[in-house]
C-alpha cells in the first residue's frame, strides 16, 4: 500500500522556521516528483512547492519563494519543506502528494498519492 506521512507540523511565532517532512512507505520515492500544498480554512487548496524525482527541478508559488526550500533524500526515501521566515497567512494544514511522474507537476489534479497532513500556524 503507497503511503505518504507528513511530519514536523506545530505551533511557531512570526519569523520562525519549521522544516516539514514527508516520508514514503510501501514504494520508492526515487521514480516520483513530489509537491507540498496547504489548505487554509475557508480557502482552497494551493500548491505551494513541488521537486523532481532526481530534484534537480523545483518550483515554488510566489507567496513563499525565497523563504522556503524543498529537498529531498531518495537514501531515506523522504522530502523536505524548509519554512523560514514564516508569517501568520502560512497557517494550514500542509499535505505532501505524489503524481504518477517523475517531473515537478504544477497541476494539482495530476497527484494521485496524498498524506493526511500535517498543521502549522503560526501566532504570536
Known amino acids: 500500500q503507497l503511503q505518504l506521512v507528513e511530519s514536523g507540523g506545530g505551533l511557531v511565532q512570526p519569523g520562525g522556521s519549521l522544516r516539514l517532512s514527508c516520508t514514503a512507505s510501501?514504494?520508492?520515492?526515487?521514480?516520483?516528483?513530489i509537491g507540498w500544498f496547504r489548505q487554509a480554512p475557508g480557502k482552497e487548496r494551493e500548491r505551494v512547492s513541488c521537486?523532481?524525482?532526481?530534484?534537480?527541478?523545483?518550483n515554488y508559488a510566489d507567496s513563499v519563494k525565497g523563504r522556503f526550500t524543498i529537498s529531498r533524500d531518495n537514501a531515506k526515501n523522504t522530502v523536505y519543506l524548509q519554512m523560514n521566515s514564516l508569517k501568520p497567512e502560512d497557517t494550514a494544514v500542509y499535505y505532501c502528494?505524489?503524481?504518477?511522474?517523475?517531473?515537478?507537476?504544477?497541476?494539482?489534479?495530476?497527484?494521485?498519492?496524498w498524506g493526511q497532513g500535517t498543521q502549522v500556524t503560526v501566532s504570536a
Open positions: 521537486i523532481s524525482s532526481s530534484g534537480d527541478s523545483t
Open positions: 510501501g514504494f520508492t520515492l526515487d521514480y516520483y516528483g
Open positions: 502528494a505524489a503524481p504518477k511522474f517523475r517531473g515537478c507537476v504544477l497541476s494539482t489534479v495530476l497527484y494521485s498519492y
